[in-house]
């Protein structure tokens, strides 16, 4: 069995200057706080028609059609459906990805 060395350099009291880093973990210089993508635009609406798991996709899957759309979270119980982007959202642009996914758009809901 051989033996293999492995020298361990010391950490660099100084920050790397730039990170090709994703920014996944929050690290990376090109990540972009979770608060600023919020406040740019979260809304949550009240969808009606959705019964299923199959009615979540494909809600989901036509609001992450509308450009800058970064995540949205369907709760089937309620039939709300929150959505941030990095901007504001229009309420037209929402009303026909509903609308394109099968379901009816009841209303903007505050929070």
């Known amino acids: 069995m051989s033996k293999t060395a492995v020298t361990i350099e010391p950490a660099s009291a100084e920050p790397a200057a730039a990170s090709s880093c994703?920014?996944?973990?929050?690290?990376?210089?090109?990540?972009?706080?979770?608060?600023?993508?919020?406040?740019?635009?979260?809304?949550?609406?009240?969808?009606?028609?959705?019964?299923?798991?199959?009615?979540?996709s494909s809600v989901t899957a036509e609001l992450k059609k509308i450009?800058?759309?970064t995540e949205v979270a369907v709760d089937l119980a309620t039939g709300r459906v929150?959505?941030?982007?990095?901007a504001p959202l229009?309420?037209?642009?929402?009303?026909?990805a509903i609308d394109e996914a099968g379901y009816d758009l009841v209303g903007r809901l505050d929070g």
């Open 67 to 69: 450009e800058g759309v």
């Open 22 to 56: 994703c920014g996944s973990c929050g690290t990376g210089a090109a990540a972009t706080p979770a608060s600023a993508v919020e406040a740019a635009g979260h809304a949550v609406f009240q969808v009606q028609g959705m019964t299923c798991g199959h009615c979540v």
């Open 90 to 96: 229009a309420d037209e642009a929402v009303a026909a």
């Open 82 to 86: 929150a959505v941030d982007a990095t």
